[in-house]
């Protein structure tokens, strides 16, 4: 026979278990709901533009020849169209007034140009595909499917992304994406592995992404090979 005692003590102790998971599920909610927020408030710069933010951006694209092209450029909405881009250096120089007179010319050909992606509302996290993967030291890490406004939707498909938050920080830190099978952006293009990891970083209480490294490997034309590291460096961030 049972005693009293013993269903005293299993009683409580399913209490105690009760009690912790829907703590544990409180805690869960809480943090799903403070990253969901995050996401919506994260200023994502060059990958979603917004006429709302000035900043300097540093390019340094490694293409493996052993040579790195660098340029910085300033971003400042507050101006005229056709000032808004501003080359500040090439190649570690300052640029001539012929890089100044081509660049203006890029910047115009860019402008003209008849863009099939819409960048205004578009989710890098679709948010509706976040989902909780687990705990790993100071981190609580999501997987999401990313919505890239520089690729079209069938190319979209075959990323997948994770979300790291710091929980001691108690901000988003950190986010990868990564291609898990080959796809064709383009006419002879044909890209075998990508991989894109963004920096997200707290400042003066506003989240904005301060660095985007991206690498791709694949061919062009079939027969040209390559290999190249992209790395956006955002800094100097001023409100409008």
């Not at 809480?30 to 900043?55: E, R």
């Not at 169209?81 to 860019?110: C, D, F, G, T």
């Not at 679709?126 to 690729?151: C, G, Q, W």
């Amino acid at each position: 026979m049972i005693s009293i005692k013993k269903i005293r003590l299993y009683s409580i102790w399913v209490i105690f278990l009760a009690c912790s998971t829907n703590a544990e599920n409180m805690e869960s909610d809480s943090l799903f709901k403070t990253v969901k927020k995050q996401v919506k408030n994260i200023q994502w710069h060059t990958l979603n533009d917004s006429t709302a933010w000035g900043f300097t951006i540093e390019t340094q694209l490694n293409n493996g020849n052993g040579k790195i092209q660098q340029r910085i450029q300033r971003y400042d909405p507050s101006l005229e169209i056709n000032e808004q881009w501003q080359l500040i250096e090439q190649s570690q120089e300052k640029p001539s007034k012929a890089m100044l007179h081509e660049y203006a010319e890029v910047q115009r050909s860019i402008r003209n140009e008849d863009h099939e992606v819409k960048v205004n509302n578009i989710e890098v996290v679709h948010l509706v595909t976040l989902e909780f993967i687990e705990h790993a030291n100071d981190y609580a890490i999501f997987s999401f499917k990313p919505r890239l406004p520089m690729f079209d939707s069938d190319v979209n498909r075959v990323f997948d992304g994770k979300l790291y938050f710091n929980k001691t920080n108690n901000h988003i830190e950190k986010l990868t994406i990564s291609a898990f099978e080959a796809f064709s952006p383009g006419f002879s293009i044909e890209v075998e592995s990508y991989d894109m990891n963004i920096k997200v970083s707290k400042i003066n209480a506003q989240l904005h992404v301060t660095q985007i490294e991206s690498k791709k490997v694949g061919t062009f034309f079939m027969f040209s090979a390559f290999n190249e590291i992209n790395t956006k460096t955002l800094s100097r961030f001023v409100s409008l």
